[in-house]
């Protein structure tokens, strides 16, 4: 099964309050962890990836948590602002052959109120 | 949009008519992909290919079809086939497609396809 479930669908913060947004996957295989931005009208941006062996990452005020034994992961923005407002993706990849399929979750449209 | 370019930005289809979207990247990466984005929903691979004049079937294939006749193209073909082809769609290259490789996707700016 290769499905990434998101929630939650739609999230509305105010400036300067924490965002999360959760993912959860069922196959093992996956073996890598983008997050992705993408603003109306644009095409997805890689905006933080994490290794399955990794329990977190952080690159700014962006923090990936990941629980390997729960097969779930997080997206933590820090301080956000209202520039941060964007439907956020996360993904999974998984080798298919000789080939490397990425598997996307359904999105989270985060709104940040100023 | 990181040396993708996708064209046009918008497009609309009649009724029985074919369509094709442009995708172009300068990235000299080997993989290229489609995907398929509808209101509320994740990506979903239509396509892909990992080298020039070989490309693979996605989640999605039918009433698609593709060409990678140059390294730096990857032009995707919306048939009459396809029935309710209104979405936006993605262009997305890696470096490559192996195990080993360095294959983070970049995305296009997408076109987004309509219906008369």
């Known amino acids: 099964q290769q499905q990434v479930k998101q929630s939650p669908q739609s999230l509305i913060v105010q400036k300067g309050g924490i965002s999360i947004i959760n993912c959860a996957y069922e196959?093992?295989?996956?073996?890598?962890f983008p997050w992705y931005q993408q603003f109306p009208g644009k095409g997805p941006a890689l905006l933080i990836a994490i290794r399955p062996d990794v329990s977190e990452k952080k690159e700014g005020r962006f923090t990936i948590s990941f629980n390997k034994s729960a097969k779930q992961f997080s997206l933590h923005i820090m301080d956000s602002q209202p520039g941060d407002s964007a439907t956020y993706f996360c993904a999974a990849y998984i080798s298919s052959g000789s080939a490397r399929q990425l598997t996307f979750g359904s999105g989270t449209q985060l709104t940040v109120l100023p | 949009d990181g040396g993708i370019t996708q064209s046009p930005k918008y497009l609309f289809r009649k009724e029985g008519q074919n369509v094709t979207l442009s995708c172009e990247q300068n990235?000299?990466?080997?993989?290229m992909y489609w995907y398929r984005q509808d209101p509320g929903q994740g990506l979903r691979l239509i396509y892909y290919?990992?080298?020039?004049?070989?490309?693979q079937k996605g989640d999605i294939a039918e009433g698609y079809s593709v060409s990678r006749e140059k390294k730096e193209s990857f032009p995707l073909t919306v048939t009459s086939a396809q029935k309710n082809p209104t979405a936006f769609y993605l262009c997305?290259?890696?470096?490559?497609?192996?195990?080993?490789?360095?294959?983070?996707?970049?995305f296009g700016a997408g076109t987004r396809l309509s219906v008369l």
């Open positions: 990235l000299n990466h080997d993989a």
């Open positions: 196959n093992t295989a996956f073996d890598y």
């Open positions: 997305a290259s890696s470096i490559g497609t192996g195990v080993l490789a360095k294959n983070i996707q970049y």
């Open positions: 290919s990992q080298i020039v004049n070989d490309f």
